[in-house]
């Protein structure tokens, strides 16, 4: 079934694990897909991979007005409109003691992730068409808190504030705006964190999440790009301003 079947959609983070698995979903389900990332290798060699027309990128800084800009612009003017925008782009932080958190980590993930999703939202909403959907890539790190992730941990917090009141906005041209909360993931990113918490905590991190997770195990990045296709598609017809909780039941 081609649930976006003639939709036009953009990707932020399309480079990443669960990026390209909602860039490969979507365009599987008839999309036209403008993937956005900062690495441009690996931008290109998606491309290359999927290689259809339906597939277009560019590179891009999320946290820049100009470039978000562009790339709002590109996929107007290559297709003629946006119907769903997937505002997917992140960073890690580090773990640290509030009284030595670094100031210049704390604004660096606030830029992608805050700000990111903000501009992102600011200049597609006013070029989508009506009835289409925005999906803000939060976190289960958005329903807690723990000592030490000072960045990460509220910026997630923040971007589903940021959802509630674009939703409201957004709702009189019937255009839904939800966020999406993966747990820990089976990827490079997740073992990037892992890889920190694990000497903070002396044992292997990996397992100690899979000890918090009921369904025992991280998602792999294709099932939360199944969750990212349901908000994006019709199917969703009637959710907005709404978190989706991927995460085994991590948060319950």
């Given at each position: 079934?081609?649930?976006?079947?003639?939709?036009?959609?953009?990707?932020?983070?399309?480079?990443?694990?669960?990026?390209?698995?909602?860039?490969?979903?979507?365009?599987?389900?008839?999309?036209?897909?403008?993937?956005?990332?900062?690495?441009?290798?690996?931008?290109?060699k998606l491309a290359d991979e999927i290689a259809s027309d339906r597939i277009a990128v560019q590179a891009a800084d999320v946290g820049d007005p100009e470039s978000v800009r562009?790339?709002?612009d590109e996929a107007v003017d290559r297709w003629g409109g946006i119907d769903a925008v997937f505002a997917n782009a992140g960073n890690s932080g580090v773990i640290a003691p509030l009284a030595d958190y670094p100031e210049d980590v704390f604004?660096?993930?606030?830029?992608?992730?805050?700000?990111?999703?903000?501009?992102?939202?600011?200049?597609?909403?006013?070029?989508?068409?009506?009835?289409?959907?925005?999906?803000?890539?939060?976190s289960v790190a958005g329903l807690r808190g723990d000592a030490g992730v000072y960045a990460y941990i509220t910026a997630k917090h923040a971007q589903v504030g940021l959802m509630r009141c674009i939703a409201k906005e957004a709702a009189g041209r019937a255009i839904r705006v939800?966020?999406?909360?993966?747990?820990?993931t089976d990827n490079s990113f997740q073992s990037e964190i892992e890889d920190q918490l694990g000497q903070i905590i002396g044992r292997d991190a990996g397992t100690f999440f899979d000890?918090?997770?009921?369904?025992?195990?991280?998602?792999?990045?294709?099932?939360?790009?199944?969750?990212?296709?349901?908000?994006?598609?019709d199917r969703s017809s009637f959710t907005t301003g709404s978190l989706l909780v991927v995460d085994g039941g991590m948060s319950a």
């Open positions: 079934m081609n649930d976006l079947e003639g939709k036009v959609c953009i990707i932020t983070g399309g480079a990443g694990s669960i990026g390209e698995a909602s860039v490969r979903l979507f365009h599987d389900h008839g999309a036209k897909v403008l993937i956005v990332d900062r690495d441009a290798d690996r931008l290109a562009n790339f709002v604004d660096a993930v606030y830029r992608v992730h805050v700000k990111g999703a903000f501009l992102t939202c600011k200049y597609a909403l006013p070029k989508m068409r009506d009835g289409g959907s925005i999906i803000i890539t939060s939800n966020t999406l909360h993966p747990g820990p000890e918090l997770i009921p369904l025992g195990r991280h998602a792999r990045p294709a099932e939360i790009a199944e969750s990212a296709l349901y908000l994006a598609s």
